[in-house]
């Protein structure tokens, strides 16, 4: 049975859940960046949503060369993100969890960073960082997208107003997602399962940012996030939750407005200060909302 890091104890295990369907193009890029992770004590789990190209058999080959790799095929299609991320973290053997989308990369020290922030304060159930974001193969829409620190601490008032979270990018102590039961299943909240699990996560412990890049995110039109009507996935997050917030957010003009307000602060933080923190291992700068 997992269980949370106590003093004196060797490193912990983190188990990188990593659900796939049809991505032959970039599984193997994927995983290539957890083996080059420097943190070296994880377990990989691919859950294959029953692909039909060639993701089986490359996720298979990694397998042979780097035990550390499992791989499990559904037997059938779900069309759910979800149902592969709960199989994963079923069995997960680690303290800890790492989320990794199939076509998302992580920088190697990704995973080194976050368990010392993690373990830095353990009031801390889960931390998340930023991605740089990869927008139709083109690197130059990174910047825009750079989040302000002080808009990225992550708690229950702060959620129900966005998701300022990128699944990705997330480490979480194994038994607080045992306590909320994992991602919810249910169709109507495909594409935003991860910002309800985050919202009901919020409830139970706080949330740290590493102001610091750890890896590439692809934004595709093709994507998951794109395909769906986002307002009425919102509208089904506050249905579930029983609020009344979600559905209710700033329009995307607007939140346009306000990310290009506090890009000052995101270069700096995020993308010099954060750097040079990685370079010369100075301890991670961490956000997190005051303890009460």
């Given at each position: ?15 990188i ?28 789990i ?48 680690g ?97 935003v ?12 412990t ?40 979600f ?23 995020v ?22």
């Amino acid at each position: 049975m997992a269980r949370d890091l106590m003093i004196g104890e060797p490193e912990p295990l983190i188990s990188i859940v990593i659900p796939t369907y049809n991505m032959e193009e970039h599984i193997a890029e994927t995983l290539n960046s957890v083996i080059a992770q420097t943190f070296q004590n994880w377990e990989a789990i691919v859950v294959d949503d029953a692909s039909t190209d060639r993701t089986a058999e490359i996720v298979q080959d990694l397998c042979l060369q780097d035990p550390r790799i499992r791989y499990i095929r559904l037997a059938e299609n779900s069309n759910l993100p979800a149902v592969g991320r709960n199989r994963g973290i079923k069995e997960a053997e680690g303290s800890y969890v790492a989320f990794l989308d199939h076509d998302d990369l992580w920088e190697p020290k990704k995973l080194e960073r976050q368990i010392s922030a993690m373990n830095s304060d353990p009031s801390i159930g889960m931390v998340h960082s930023h991605l740089w974001v990869v927008r139709n193969g083109n690197r130059f829409w990174g910047p825009l997208y750079l989040p302000a620190p002080k808009f990225s601490i992550a708690n229950t008032t702060t959620l129900a107003k966005k998701n300022m979270i990128q699944c990705s990018s997330v480490l979480i102590r194994k038994s607080i997602l045992d306590e909320v039961n994992g991602f919810d299943e249910s169709p109507g909240l495909r594409a935003v399962e991860d910002y309800h699990l985050w919202y009901r996560v919020s409830q139970k412990t706080r949330i740290a940012y590493v102001s610091e890049i750890h890896g590439i995110y692809r934004l595709d039109k093709s994507g998951t996030s794109s395909l769906e009507n986002m307002q009425q996935r919102l509208r089904a997050v506050d249905e579930s939750l029983g609020t009344q917030s979600f559905a209710n957010q700033r329009s995307i003009r607007r939140k346009a407005v306000s990310q290009l307000w506090s890009l000052p602060s995101a270069l700096y933080f995020v993308l010099i200060e954060g750097t040079m923190r990685k370079r010369n291992d100075r301890k991670p700068r961490t956000w997190v909302e005051k303890a009460s």
